[in-house]
């Protein structure tokens, strides 16, 4: 019973499978018509049908085939890996399945793909498979934006904008409607059949779509009767013009179904409800040989650029430009060159700033149509260059463009999108660094110097590059806080820990930064220490003044200290200088005690051979005077090392870094190491006790000569203003002549005097002590930068 089921099982299925076979025959054979009729959409869906009622290689490959000409790379793919499976398959289908993969972004995947096939990558040198590794992994620096309120669920591009703020561009939105009819293909020559609405993809025609301020958006009406699609806008907006491209309805013009079409470029006024008006040829038509399209105006350069695939060019639709004048006339067609166009089609130019943006699918790109660059130099065009990730896709990116206020917009079919095609506004992803490295006289460095840049989180570092105007420049993370170190040998290093784009809105981040030099060996506080005769230990009343040096040499690492010891006359030369470098020695083991390292401090002995008196030998003195010579001069200096690299002190944050002086004065202020010079009762005679302090500032002036010294002579309050007055020219005056004996230039020092005018304390309206009067007799010293 079974075997007699089987039987009639199979005598059924053989009666029936003639009709099966018939009826997959005649849907194959009106598919094949409708993919002649260029019917694209209706053609793939019936090659599907076909294949499910019979699978077949051929019908897989056909159903591929057809989906990727009308650019469904989804499908297209999918058809492909159905058409690899199949036994019959070819290095040529394995090469469109590795395209379609590229194209739906599984680029990444390439290596596993083959690893399932006997192919290697150098079985297909047409892909460039090095290319597509990097482009995927170069991390993007923009991101793509779809621009709001402009995207349908058809194909949106080729966008451009007013001064005004209105956006143009191309679109197809509108209702879908499956039609048998012939399509109108806008990257080919083509026959038309239907005028209704493109049978390509079975959307409506093309138009020009404007865009108003508050995001209104209608179409533009052309006032061409036979204009199909209308696309491609491009303004001229100093004559109120716009060109854009046009697919005609020739079989009108003709009464001929089978006349080739090509695009042709028209320009029209725009009215003031945004139609155009008085539409008019550019001369360049010849919609009988050849096509012209996708018009870009210059107007700074006075040029109409577009692509035409008219005869004499490189192969495809090549890139031209032709120049016009106030009247529209325009010249001879230009060819961009062999730099730009290929044997494949170029299209969609731009410019923008010296540069030219175009698509391509001839030069070396990810997959579809790629955007490029050229550089524009009068009349030539140099060093192409493809955009890369994320400008370009897998897919077809094109119409690239940037506005008057630089908004950067493409177009593109990726995946992703809200449509067919979509329009996106470019936006960086990162903020750009732009930092003024100036000298002293605020003129930006040329010379190299060195720069580290780096995010505070993760000390990952950043690049930076000196752009053409010397400035230094970086990509700058959103939302992430930086370190900037900038140093050069010789100048303070600047260091930037305020970097930050938390919350910055702007895309330029600008700096500016000042290189100063460094004053190298700046004398910065100047004492004495005094030592008893032939003795070279460091005496009671010297320790508060080392153990003030060991602070501040131990608060501040750019200072160092210059020890230069002396002896009096007395004892022979050899016995002086033992003696002299035996009291330096003892001043850094003092302060070694402190931490203070020996390379911190530099050491010099004199003997007897810088005697700051006249008791040289055989000269009878006071030891008063003698004292005076056994000495050890310190002088701490800031920025001692010229191979080390400084930071500018934080205790002068705020100062000139440029003003040697203001910085000196400053650090003086810091360590108070100027003295005030006080008096006896009616007396202008140096004391003994100022004169070591007179000595350490004739020292600061000596070492430091573009120095001034502003002396100032007072009184206490007792006795008449007249006698006063001159009391305290007397005293300014002692001081003055004290330091030019030890060699200080009086036209380097500047006296005034007040008698009893400023008193540190008022006298005539409180009792005073003798105490109080004293701090009123004094000569005030300030030290102040030349000019």
């Given at each position: ?163 005004e703020g209105i956006k143009y561009f191309s679109s197809d939105r509108g209702p879908v409607t499956p039609t ?206 493809n955009l890369g990730v994320p400008y370009n896709s897998p897919r077809d990116d094109f119409g690239y463009y ?318 008449n203003e007249e006698y006063n007055m001159k009391l305290a020219e007397r005293r300014a005056k002692a001081v ?52």
């Amino acid at each position: 019973m079974k075997k007699l089921f089987c039987l009639l099982f199979l005598v059924v299925l053989m009666g029936l499978s003639p009709h099966f076979v018939a009826a997959q025959n005649r849907q194959l054979r009106y598919a094949d018509k409708q993919l002649e009729l260029e019917n694209y959409q209706h053609a793939a869906e019936t090659y599907e049908k076909a294949y499910q009622s019979r699978a077949r290689y051929t019908t897989a490959k056909k159903a591929a085939e057809t989906y990727q000409l009308i650019q469904n790379y989804e499908k297209s793919f999918q058809w492909w890996e159905t058409v690899v499976s199949s036994e019959e398959a070819e290095r040529s289908d394995y090469y469109n399945y590795l395209v379609a993969a590229i194209k739906v972004g599984k680029g990444d995947q390439i290596g596993e793909i083959l690893n399932a096939t006997s192919f290697e990558e150098y079985d297909f040198p047409e892909i460039d498979f090095q290319m597509v590794r990097q482009m995927s992994d170069i991390k993007p620096k923009v991101k793509l934006v779809p621009v709001d309120g402009i995207n349908s669920d058809g194909s949106d591009f080729g966008i451009q904008t007013d001064n005004e703020g209105i956006k143009y561009f191309s679109s197809d939105r509108g209702p879908v409607t499956p039609t048998e009819k012939k399509a109108i293909r806008l990257d080919a020559k083509s026959k038309l059949y239907s005028t209704e609405k493109s049978s390509f993809n079975n959307r409506e025609f093309f138009s020009i779509y404007k865009s108003d301020q508050d995001g209104n958006i209608s179409k533009v009406i052309s006032d061409l009767p036979d204009a199909l699609h209308v696309s491609g806008p491009s303004l001229m907006e100093s004559k109120g013009i716009i060109f854009y491209t046009v697919f005609r309805d020739i079989d009108r013009i003709k009464g001929n179904r089978e006349y080739e079409i090509n695009s042709e470029i028209y320009f029209s006024k725009v009215s003031e409800t945004g139609n155009l008006l008085d539409s008019k040829a550019f001369p360049l038509n010849d919609f009988v040989n050849y096509g012209v399209q996708n018009p870009f105006v210059d107007e700074g350069s006075k040029r109409i650029y577009f692509a035409s695939d008219m005869p004499g060019g490189f192969g495809g639709f090549d890139l031209y430009y032709v120049t016009y004048d106030e009247d529209l006339n325009f010249g001879e067609p230009v060819n961009l060159g062999s730099v730009v166009n290929t044997s494949q089609n170029e299209s969609h130019p731009t410019v923008h700033e010296n540069t030219l943006y175009f698509s391509s699918r001839g030069h070396a790109g990810i997959g579809g149509m790629d955007i490029f660059s050229a550089n524009i130099s009068e009349n030539e065009f140099q060093n192409v260059r493809n955009l890369g990730v994320p400008y370009n896709s897998p897919r077809d990116d094109f119409g690239y463009y940037v506005s008057t206020e630089g908004k950067r917009y493409l177009s593109s079919d990726r995946i992703g999108g809200l449509g067919l095609d979509d329009i996106y506004l470019v936006e960086d992803l990162f903020k750009m660094l732009i930092a003024r490295v100036i000298d002293c006289d605020g003129n930006i460095i040329s010379e190299a110097f060195e720069s580290s840049l780096s995010i505070v989180d993760d000390m990952a570092m950043i690049p930076t590059m000196r752009n053409e105007k010397g400035e230094l420049t970086a990509e700058l993370e959103p939302e992430r806080k930086f370190q900037l170190n900038i140093s050069k040998k010789g100048y303070f290093s600047i260091s930037d820990s305020t970097l930050s784009t938390v919350g910055f809105e702007g895309d330029v981040l600008e700096r500016e930064y000042r290189l100063a030099k460094i004053p190298y060996n700046l004398p910065v506080v100047v004492d004495i220490v005094y030592y008893d005769l032939d003795k070279s230990k460091i005496r009671n009343d010297s320790e508060p003044v080392l153990d003030k040096m060991a602070e501040l040499m131990n608060k501040y690492d750019f200072l160092d200290l210059a020890v230069a010891s002396h002896t009096d006359s007395r004892a022979s030369d050899a016995y002086n200088k033992a003696l002299s470098q035996r009291r330096a020695d003892a001043v850094k083991e003092y302060l070694s005690k402190f931490g203070i390292p020996g390379n911190r401090v530099r050491v010099d002995w004199f003997g007897e051979e810088k005697l700051i008196n006249d008791c040289g030998d055989g000269v009878p003195c006071p030891e008063t005077k003698h004292q005076l010579n056994r000495r050890s001069e310190l002088v701490l200096e800031a920025f001692t090392d010229k191979d080390r690299e400084y930071d500018f002190p934080k205790e002068l944050i705020g100062k000139d870094v440029c003003d040697e002086s203001e910085l000196f004065e400053a650090l003086q202020r810091e360590f108070n190491s100027v003295p005030t010079v006080y008096f006896d009762f009616d007396k202008s005679t140096i004391r003994s006790v100022h004169q070591k302090d007179l000595e350490r500032v004739g020292i600061m002036l000596n070492k430091m000569k573009n120095l001034q010294l502003y002396l100032a002579g007072h009184t206490d309050q007792r006795g008449n203003e007249e006698y006063n007055m001159k009391l305290a020219e007397r005293r300014a005056k002692a001081v003055m002549e004290y330091l030019v004996n030890r060699g200080v230039d009086a036209a380097r020092m500047q006296y005034e005097w007040f008698g009893k005018s400023q008193p540190i304390n008022d006298c005539g309206s409180v009792p005073c002590t003798e105490a109080m009067h004293q701090e009123n007799r004094r000569t005030e010293l300030h030290l102040k930068g030349g000019k």
